[in-house]
């Protein structure tokens, strides 16, 4: 079973820049969720699609961060523009629903701005 | 609100001692408690978790934890280090439908 897919695995950007992330989870899994994993820190949850709906993203700063999951796969998150407080690990997990089921993670997109 | 605290950003110990990593969590209602572990440039992967029924869960590579509500505690132990546990280690804790809440993490460094 393929795992959790994202790419790039890093990314440098100057401060004001864009960028996005792109991620595929397990095949069939119907949850997929971003983190952020500032250095030092646990991964804290930025937005959680259930298929193509988003459940929660009450963490996400609206004003530069966005998420979408077309068709209920793939997912990108894009941010714009970024700032020297983003950088950080980005990473990707899915489930098969939530709740109990452990979430499954990629290997995640370190971010660096300058 | 459901939060963890992992008690001890860094742990170290000798290869072939006991392993003991600390995580207290906060809860109105019985959580699901999880335990990740990260190893250099890489994501998490679950060790062990816990639902419902045995409070003593077993989990891969020789790790297990004990989920003591009265202590609201879900600590992580291996009796016996080995020089492949050196790596970060969260706490996690989530409910039914709801998003997963990590410790700060505990940092695993084995010394031969």
């Known amino acids: 079973e393929a795992g959790v897919a994202q790419s790039p695995r890093y990314k440098i950007i100057e401060k004001r820049q864009s960028v996005a992330f792109w991620c595929n989870p397990i095949?069939?899994?119907?949850?997929l969720y971003w983190y952020q994993q500032i250095l030092g820190q646990g991964p804290k949850l930025l937005i959680q699609f259930q298929n193509n709906g988003v459940v929660d993203d009450s963490q996400l700063p609206k004003d530069r961060f966005s998420a979408e999951r077309l068709k209920g796969v793939d997912s990108t998150l894009k941010i714009q523009p970024a700032k020297l407080e983003d950088s950080a690990v980005y990473l990707c997990a899915s489930s098969p629903r939530g709740g109990s089921y452990e979430q499954y993670f990629g290997p995640g997109t370190r971010l660096t701005v300058t | 609100a459901q939060s963890v605290t992992q008690l001890g950003s860094h742990v170290s110990v000798s290869e072939g001692a006991l392993v003991l990593l600390r995580c207290n969590y906060s809860s109105s209602v019985p959580p699901y408690l999880f335990w990740y572990v990260q190893y250099p440039n890489q994501g998490l992967q679950l060790l062990l978790k816990?639902?419902?029924?045995?409070?003593l869960v077993k989990g891969i590579n020789g790790f297990e934890a004990e989920f003591k509500k009265s202590e609201t505690s879900f600590h992580l132990t291996k009796p016996s280090a080995h020089m492949s546990d050196a790596a970060e280690y969260f706490c996690a804790v989530s409910f039914y439908n709801n998003d997963m809440r990590f410790g700060a993490g505990t940092r695993l460094t084995v010394k031969p």
């Open positions: 095949s069939g899994h119907a949850t």
């Open positions: 816990y639902t419902t029924g045995a409070t």
